[in-house]
């Protein structure tokens, strides 16, 4: 009785043999499917290399075959044999069935045609009698030899190009989005865009306008060390003292402007005519206040105004 309340509240130890109701899940029936006709596509790829390895069509060939073997042994080892299947009917199938009626129309056309004529057959002439001579009017069977146009070999070779880098696509998106990231961080200007801000209405036009300072925003630039290269900075109402100095030596250097005539005030935001609504920075000048475009160091006064006055 013990043993039988044991089993029946689970502590009696899990049993060997349990059964699940329903069939047995089998795996299905389609991926099975879709690996013979990988392996088939595969096949009439390596027929096509070795049919035309010796050919200028060669190597293209050698390389949609190698890389649509990386793909399908990635697929494979991943069991995503749905996606491999429809990667073979978006460009596998497409590269076999156009390669090869292309190949078979250009050598149709390259092949010389030659048009032989029958031998006309002649009595037996006399010993004594000399050979006959063919009549100077007589015109001659010319031979008849299709010359093979360039236009057309070049049209197949464009073609080939094109089917070439539709069937190798699907492995090469990674690595030219990773280029063309690289090729943009490498054109990108030196000056670094400023940190997102709240919103204070709309900026003014450049026209002596009255700003605020803003005490929230930090602007980050990038100021030059004699022997040490480039390092990033940043400025903003709440930096340090040494952060404003090594700003105002920075805006100093490039502006050629004496560092004891240059006071930080603060950032603002403003809209400059012909260029972008940005915050800049706000220094003081001989008793005259000025913001500093940082993509090109230019002054342009303003007046100051203290927020909630």
């Known amino acids: 009785m013990i043993s039988f309340f044991r089993r029946l509240f689970g502590y009696g130890g899990s049993s060997s043999y349990r059964t699940v109701a329903g ?10 499917e879709y690996l013979r006709s990988s392996n088939k596509r595969l096949s009439t790829l390596h027929e096509l290399y070795l049919k035309y390895k010796n050919t200028p069509h060669g190597p293209k060939l050698q390389t949609v075959l190698e890389q649509t073997k990386k793909i399908h042994s990635y697929l494979v080892t991943k069991k995503r044999l749905h996606e491999l299947e429809l990667f073979h009917l978006q460009h596998t199938d497409h590269f076999i069935n156009t390669f090869s009626v292309i190949i078979e129309v250009y050598l149709r056309h390259a092949a ?17 009698a000399p050979a006959p001579q063919p009549s100077p009017s007589q015109p001659r069977p ?11 070999e070049e049209k197949v070779e464009d073609v080939l190009r094109k089917i070439e880098s539709e069937t190798i696509r699907g492995i090469n998106t990674a690595h030219k989005v990773t280029e063309m990231v690289r090729r943009v ?12 801000a709240p919103a204070f209405g709309k900026a003014s036009s450049l026209s002596v306008p009255v700003i605020a300072i803003d005490t929230f925003s930090r602007i980050y630039y990038v100021r030059e060390l004699e022997g040490e290269g480039t390092v990033r900075g940043e400025i903003g109402y709440t ?21 004891s005539l240059l006071t930080y005030r ?33 002054l342009f006064p303003v007046k100051t105004q203290q927020r909630g006055k």
């Open 239 to 259: 930096s340090t003292d040494e952060e404003k100095e090594n700003f105002l030596l920075h805006i100093s250097s490039r502006l050629g402007i004496d560092r």
């Open 142 to 152: 010319k031979v008849q030899r299709h010359v093979s146009q360039r236009p057309f």
């Open 112 to 128: 010389p045609v030659v048009v032989t004529t029958s031998p006309v057959p002649q009595k037996a002439a006399a010993p004594s």
């Open 23 to 32: 069939a047995p899940a089998a795996p299905f029936a389609n991926e099975a």
């Open 266 to 298: 603060g950032n603002t935001i403003l809209a400059i005519p012909g260029g972008p609504t940005a915050y800049m920075p706000v220094v003081h000048w001989n008793d005259c206040a000025y913001v500093i475009t940082m993509h090109d160091y230019r």
């Open 185 to 196: 961080a490498g054109q990108a200007p030196t000056f670094m865009p400023p940190s997102p």
